[in-house]
């Protein structure tokens, strides 16, 4: 059950140029939050800006009562964000939306997120792997600097493989090139994917051709981010009639189920 | 033996309304669109004890609704498109409104047609259907194509599309204008020309936001509707023309946020109130405003809503 509750912020800081770590004590939201849900957070008080920021799941300590969100400063509302002390708290509403399904035991997942889109993945990274799942996970950034869950990824103990356009870490190139070149194939059971869309795409036609299911987690305005609105409406591939709601149908769909955009 | 001063003071501030025929337990409304069917917000709040649940707009047949992006913020307020989606009136009367009627919500409908025999055949539709409390008329909604705001901008069309309604159903209609025209009073009284119980106003502001990065409307629809506090001295100013002009009681709403908004709204003339944009923010808003409406009856010797609907008109 989702809940709006104002979580006293234990650590909020810059991990890199443009990306903030905000952790906050939810102790109703928290026990609850699966990965790949969402929290819908104010950004400020006041009116200006408005609506609420719909912002995955980074990381969440179930012991702790705490959640962590890795958001990139993108506008005005994440600007003012950015503000918030420790000690402060924020208004928060969730947890929001249908989160990741996990595969059948023994499943080889593989999890890949583009910049920022790694957030929802270091949460489902924790739950396989405490689940005993193989996991590998392939993050795709510009610049070194940004390969800001390396730590975590690393706690939780699966297989990092980074990618970077300038080569400063890992594998250089495109991180849909990671995955073309080396990772083989017959050893991937299941996908994650978050990130922009035209990586996701690509993502999406790569597991097609391989016939290997798998989900992503999409990003949209949101207003309600419950489903009341209809204002994250996005178009299912199958049929070009119907309209999911990225925020009660989604944030995460089977690979191929949405239409992506790019 | 207790005194006269202190029954004064125990006395409960009257917090009922009756809005053309409506009772309403409290006056604050949730508006269409921004509530869903009330299940969406089941999980925040006490859905039944909402002064009234306007639907989801409703149309004869299903509609998929506008091509994305729908929304987007704009400077305390946002802009929507979303262009009616709807699952149509079969889904609304079966599969929704029996949710409602357990939860014994007041419910009032919302209709929309592309012609005027459509809102006729809706509002017949409707009739008979234990749950539903009033109707609301669309004839203002900015993003559909047919219908919607070219009814409520023109006052013939106004006057046809309430007259047609009011001989199909024995509920209180309640037409929604649209602020999008030049003279809002015309459009008032051709809606109590037609046999309307009450207005509900205001609708949403048409307009629209440009993506400079690409170079284009930021919204698929191009223009959109425009709600929030944004728009709230708008939808002040036209309640307060309406109230001097036209007898009939009016549901305000308008970028309500809170307490003092609600009170401003009724000040310039609106017996109820309506919150929707905000409700996205706070999804206990209607509630909070009726409770927090009683206290400030209670601290301000206020026993009934009427003394101060209309005040700051005199």
């Not at chain 1, 193989?134 to 975590?152: I, Y």
């Amino acid at each position: 059950m989702p809940f709006v509750e104002q979580g006293l912020v234990v650590r909020h800081n810059q991990v890199s140029r443009d990306m903030w770590e905000l952790e906050f004590i939810a102790p109703a939201i928290a026990p609850e939050a699966l990965p790949g849900q969402f929290v819908h957070i104010r950004s400020a008080l006041g009116i200006n800006p408005l609506l609420r920021r719909p912002l995955s799941l980074y990381d969440v300590d179930k012991k702790l009562g705490s959640i962590t969100l890795l958001y990139k400063i993108v506008g005005t509302g994440t600007n003012l964000l950015t503000r918030i002390k420790t000690k402060e708290y924020v208004d928060v509403m969730g947890p929001l939306g249908k989160g990741f399904s996990l595969p059948p035991k023994g499943k080889r997942v593989v999890l890949i997120g583009g910049g920022v889109g790694i957030a929802p993945l270091v949460y489902l990274a924790r739950v396989l792997s405490d689940r005993g799942y193989q996991v590998k996970v392939l993050h795709g950034v510009e610049s070194r600097r940004q390969l800001v869950a390396f730590d975590k990824m690393r706690q939780i103990g699966v297989d990092f493989m980074p990618s970077t356009m300038d080569g400063s870490a890992g594998f250089k190139g495109l991180v849909t090139e990671l995955l073309q070149k080396k990772i083989n194939p017959s050893e991937v059971d299941y996908i994650y994917t978050c990130g922009p869309e035209i990586m996701m795409a690509a993502v999406a036609d790569y597991a097609r051709e391989r016939a290997i299911e798998g989900e992503l987690s999409m990003e949209e305005y949101m207003a309600c981010g419950v489903g009341a609105c209809l204002g994250c409406a996005r178009k299912l591939k199958t049929d070009d009639e119907s309209y999911v709601k990225i925020c009660k149908d989604g944030p995460v769909f089977p690979l191929g189920a949405v239409e992506l955009l790019g | 033996m207790r005194n006269k001063e202190t029954l004064i003071q125990d006395q409960e501030p009257e917090l009922s309304v009756n809005l053309g025929g409506l009772i309403m337990n409290n006056p604050v409304a949730v508006a269409s669109g921004t509530f869903g069917y009330g299940r969406e917000y089941e999980d925040y709040v006490d859905i039944s004890s909402i002064g009234a649940i306007i639907v989801k707009g409703t149309t004869l047949t299903p509609r998929p609704g506008n091509p994305g992006p729908r929304i987007v913020e704009t400077p305390a307020g946002m802009l929507n498109s979303i262009g009616l989606e709807n699952p149509g009136i079969d889904v609304f009367l079966n599969e929704h409104l029996p949710y409602l009627q357990e939860h014994r919500c007041t419910v009032i409908a919302n209709i929309a047609g592309n012609t005027v025999e459509e809102y006729a055949e809706l509002a017949a539709r409707i009739e008979g259907h234990r749950g539903v409390g009033a109707i609301e008329l669309n004839i203002s909604c900015p993003n559909v194509k047919q219908g919607g705001l070219q009814f409520g901008t023109d006052p013939e069309l106004v006057f046809q599309v309430v007259n047609a309604v009011k001989k199909n159903s024995t509920l209180p209609v309640i037409p929604k204008l649209s602020p999008n025209v030049t003279d809002i009073v015309s459009i008032a009284r051709a809606a109590q020309a037609g046999g309307a119980d009450a207005l509900s106003m205001i609708n949403t502001l048409m307009g629209m936001a440009v993506d400079i990065k690409n170079r284009k409307p930021l919204l698929g629809n191009i223009f959109g509707g425009l709600s929030g506090p944004a728009i709230k001295p708008v939808a002040l100013r036209m309640i307060y023309q309406v109230y001097r002009e036209v007898k009939l009681p009016i549901l305000g709403g308008g970028g309500i946020m809170n307490l003092n908004d609600a009170l401003e709204f009724m000040m310039v003339g609106a017996s109820a109130v309506s919150v929707g944009t905000g409700i996205f923010v706070h999804p206990r808003l209607a509630v909070d405003i009726a409770e927090g409406l009683k206290e400030w009856m209670q601290q301000n010797n206020i026993s009934q809503l009427s003394e101060i609907v209309g005040v700051a008109t005199h």
